[in-house]
Nanobody, 121 residues
Framework: QVQLVESGGGLVQAGGSLRLSCTVSGRTYGTTAMGWFRRAPGKARELVAAITWSGITLYYSDSVVGRFAISRDNAKNTVYLQMNSLKPEDTAVYYC??????????????WGQGTQVTVSS
């Protein structure tokens, strides 16, 4: 089993910043990459960003390029999502996911509990 614990969500004004954290524990063998997904009200869950544990960025959604940055700290088994220049359309529940990938990201069925990000206009 893999356990994912997220933190860092909250309420912020448009143009502001937040940093999400996801700490991974448990049987992580085989999980070579991590991703951040989000689900906005009335919309399907979408992949926002993904990174390998070796530090290769696999993916950014077009909607967040230049504003969000994914990173990892292997010593802390933690993945981060730095979100800058936030927009109201970034409002969603953000989920951490463990998966695999070297050139693209494939999610496993390991999910965090989700953290709410609300951006006010």
């Amino acid at each position: 089993q893999v356990q994912l614990v997220e933190s860092g969500g909250g309420l912020v004004q448009a143009g502001g910043s937040l940093r999400l954290s996801c700490t991974v524990s448990g049987r992580t063998y085989g999980t070579t990459a991590m991703g951040w997904f989000r689900r906005a009200p009335g919309k399907a869950r979408e992949l926002v960003a993904a990174i390998t544990w070796s530090g290769i960025t696999l993916y950014y959604s077009d909607s967040v390029v230049g504003r969000f940055a994914i990173s990892r700290d292997n010593a802390k088994n933690t993945v981060y999502l730095q979100m800058n220049s936030l927009k109201p359309e970034d409002t969603a529940v953000y989920y951490c996911n463990a998966g695999q990938g070297s050139t693209s990201y494939s999610p496993y069925n390991y999910w965090g509990q989700g953290t709410q990000v609300t951006v006010s206009s």
